[in-house]
């Protein structure tokens, strides 16, 4: 049986999906950071990670983004899967609503809604939706934005649903591996480390746009201990075997100072919590 480690505790939407994609043949183990999900794969305790990439109110999240990039050449990008995501206030029914926790992301997305249903209440973000549940059963006159199903978990009840207009809300998500994948590729992903000088991006991304390679994602992060220095996480359309993407990154990678893969990946199944 394979082992898959998941952002925890038991209710978030990692372990949502974990259940949805791997819970029946898989064993599932809840880590409490997204940095431990990346060190149980990388010390090889389990065979995969799950972990967010990207909300589609949020933005990217960068602690995925960093630790791939620290990880680079040593844990690949296996699949990227989508989660749509449903989310609830959960509390106690005759309680008083004081505070509201929950991750920044669902704060952010549901942020008019909150201000015109609970404008004196105090917004609290946390790790997780599920660590905003646990918070919120042990904390006087409080509530959290989380999964409906973790209301059950947590001894805590549905008190409503944020209205329908903010109803679309997509979380994506990366399996991780130690090993790249081998089978379909709809996406390759890699890290780029570019000279400090002026044009230096705009010209390692001209041999993908004169292939006809698109972009997917483009994301750039500060070196630690040197300051305005940047590495660039980035996505391109295709794998290696796609027309046009060896060349470009073959012409791409003369223009860096490194390029280093990490892996090509199938896109595209989509899972509701």
Partial sequence: MSSVAFLGPEGTFSGILARKRFGKRSELVSCPTIESVFEKVGAGETDLGLVPVENSSGGTVYDTVDLLIRNAGAIFVREELSLDI??????????????????????????AWLKKRHPRARLVPVESTAAAAQRAATTRDAAALASPGTAAIYD???????????AVNVTNFFSIARQPADGQADRTAMVATLPNECGSLHTFLGPFARGRVSLTRIVSRPVPGQPQTYVFYVEIEGGIATPGVSRALTRAGKLARSLTALGTFPVGRRFRS
């Fill in 156 to 166: 805590l009840a549905v008190i409503e649903f944020p209205d329908a207009s903010d």
């Fill in 86 to 111: 449903r989310i609830a206030l959960l509390g106690r029914p005759d309680g008083t609503i004081r505070t509201v926790f929950s991750h920044f992301t669902q704060i952010k997305h549901h942020a």
